[in-house]
């Protein structure tokens, strides 16, 4: 945990740069989502400064959704009566897996028994929309661990669930360890049967699979993920965070050092920008827009590009659709979810696919 004089520093810095994106946004914010590392290691009182400094900022919308993510080891009742009364009233909690051991070995805090607590005080102090998220594919992990984790979340009854493969980035200790033969992967079919196994038990639950690693409760879908993945724009604050606004994404500088000396001297914090072309606009609304369960819709594309989908993509829609790779929804098209654990297939035939320079 980074010392009390740091964070003070970095709260006042995001404070500062939520004033000077304020004047970029038009509307009122329709959600926020506090993630990224772990914002839930801020104090109660530096979250109080933290969320009156948004608020003092921006406008949000009545009934805007307003996310944090939280590592269960790091919650407490001060920390919950904060960020009920400054309008936080979505929480994402990190449970993994509750297999202790396995938490252990990917680098956890917390322990399985942390995570139910942690639901437990979060409804006790009023909170009804709550995530878990899980992971799959983890070191020495088997398909009945898998099945436990998702029996203990059912009977929780919490109405959203992540659930995501461990991915391995390049320069990681995992990859290292990985190369040296420290750990072993549970592979490829262990893996596809662990995300059947998600699939199936949560939509017997009664869960509705609305992304290919998400799943909710009617009504109680991420409001601000489904911004991400229907490609609308959105802003960033904070280290090394990206934005997407005005057709042009950008990435905040990383070093700390580097941040505040950006925002101390008035400066918005940005390291890299890069405009997108119209291709790149084309292939993410539809790369995005399929992996959700209800696809891409024609009159949302139309609308956002002002091209069709056919006219951007005609050629590979319709070799698509005659391969059952896509299916029609009545005012669009989707991925079946029969295919949904090997989407990258699909998405890669839309790259370079469209005519539009």
Known sequence: MAPAPVRSRYVDALIREFEMLAPRVPLPLTSVFFGGGTPSLLTADEWERLLEGLTGAFQLADQAEVTVEVNPGTLNERKLTVWADHGVNRLSFGAQTFNDHLLRTIGRSHDAAATGDAVRLARAAGFTRINLDLMFGLPGQTVRDVEAAVRTVVSWDVPHISAYWLKVEPGTPFARWLDRGLIALPGEDAEAEMYEAIRTMLGDAGYKHYEISNFAR????????????????????????????????????????????????????????????????????????????????????????????QTAFGPVVTELLERGWLEPTGDGVRIPGRLWPVANVVFERFLDASPAD
């Open 218 to 309: 009617p009504g109680q879908e991420a409001r601000h993920n489904l911004a991400y993945w229907r490609n609308e724009p959105y802003l960033a604050a904070g280290v090394a965070a990206h934005g997407l606004v005005h057709g042009e994404r950008y990435v905040n500088l990383r070093p700390l050092p580097d941040y505040f000396a950006a925002i101390e001297s008035g400066r918005l914090p940005v390291a890299e920008t890069h405009p997108l072309t119209v291709r790149e606009a084309l292939e993410d609304t539809v790369i995005l827009g399929l992996r959700l369960a209800e696809g891409v819709a024609y009159g949302r594309f139309e609308a956002r590009h002002g091209v069709s989908l």
